[in-house]
């Protein structure tokens, strides 16, 4: 049987994030709907350089799917976090839905702790940092586990609980010891 050692799952639920994420919404489509609504309810022109009303909903239209797209991405978006006695799993759902499978074999060297994700990675998000960085899986904060890999692979998994993981870490580790 393989034990399960510790399970985590990471959403957005930052304030910011949705601040941000609504402020993009209203600023990119509202003003469109706007000038929909002049132009059809006034039949006055809207704007600098006025196009017709049926091409402007078009593009008003587009625009709110377009944004209601961002907003599902963010709002279905989550990373999965998994160690086992064999290994350590991980999904960034949707766009990693399949889990990925580091056998602890695999795991040359681990450490969890602070990271920088700003200036080493570029941010959040699933990241590629090359070759020197490696990848990075992470949703919030600047806590997270990297593996170093025997294939000369890195790794960065963020965690909003080091300590458990950590413990998680040290105890598959364990397992492989003779």
Same mark, same amino acid.
């Given at each position: 049987?393989?034990?399960?050692?510790?399970?985590?799952?990471?959403r957005? &639920?930052?304030?910011?994030v949705?601040?941000?994420?609504?402020?993009a919404?209203?600023?990119?489509?509202?003003?469109?709907?706007?000038?929909?609504?002049?132009?059809?309810?006034?039949?006055?022109?809207?704007?600098?350089?006025?196009?017709?009303?049926?091409?402007?909903?078009?593009?008003a239209?587009?625009?709110?799917?377009?944004?209601?797209?961002?907003?599902?991405?963010?709002?279905?978006q989550?990373?999965?976090?998994?160690?086992?006695?064999d290994?350590?799993?991980?999904?960034?759902l949707?766009?990693?839905?399949?889990?990925?499978?580091?056998?602890?074999?695999?795991?040359?060297?681990?450490?969890?702790g602070?990271y920088?994700?700003?200036?080493?990675y570029?941010?959040?998000?699933?990241?590629?940092?090359?070759?020197?960085?490696?990848?990075a899986?992470?949703?919030?904060?600047?806590?997270?586990?990297?593996?170093?890999? &025997?294939?000369?692979?890195?790794?960065l998994?963020?965690?909003?609980?080091?300590?458990?993981?950590?413990?998680?870490m040290?105890k598959?580790?364990?397992?492989?010891?003779?």
């Amino acid at each position: 049987m393989n034990r399960i050692y510790f399970r985590e799952e990471q959403r957005y &639920t930052q304030w910011w994030v949705w601040l941000l994420i609504s402020g993009a919404f209203a600023v990119s489509v509202l003003p469109l709907w706007y000038g929909v609504y002049v132009q059809s309810a006034t039949g006055q022109p809207w704007g600098n350089n006025p196009t017709d009303t049926g091409k402007l909903a078009v593009v008003a239209t587009v625009m709110t799917i377009f944004m209601l797209a961002l907003v599902w991405i963010f709002a279905v978006q989550k990373l999965e976090t998994e160690v086992a006695q064999d290994g350590v799993r991980f999904r960034y759902l949707p766009f990693i839905r399949k889990w990925k499978f580091i056998p602890s074999t695999m795991i040359q060297r681990y450490t969890v702790g602070k990271y920088t994700p700003i200036s080493t990675y570029g941010g959040w998000g699933i990241r590629k940092g090359g070759r020197k960085a490696g990848n990075a899986y992470t949703i919030s904060g600047s806590i997270g586990m990297t593996l170093n890999l &025997t294939d000369g692979k890195t790794i960065l998994l963020g965690t909003a609980r080091k300590d458990a993981l950590q413990y998680a870490m040290e105890k598959m580790m364990d397992q492989q010891s003779p």
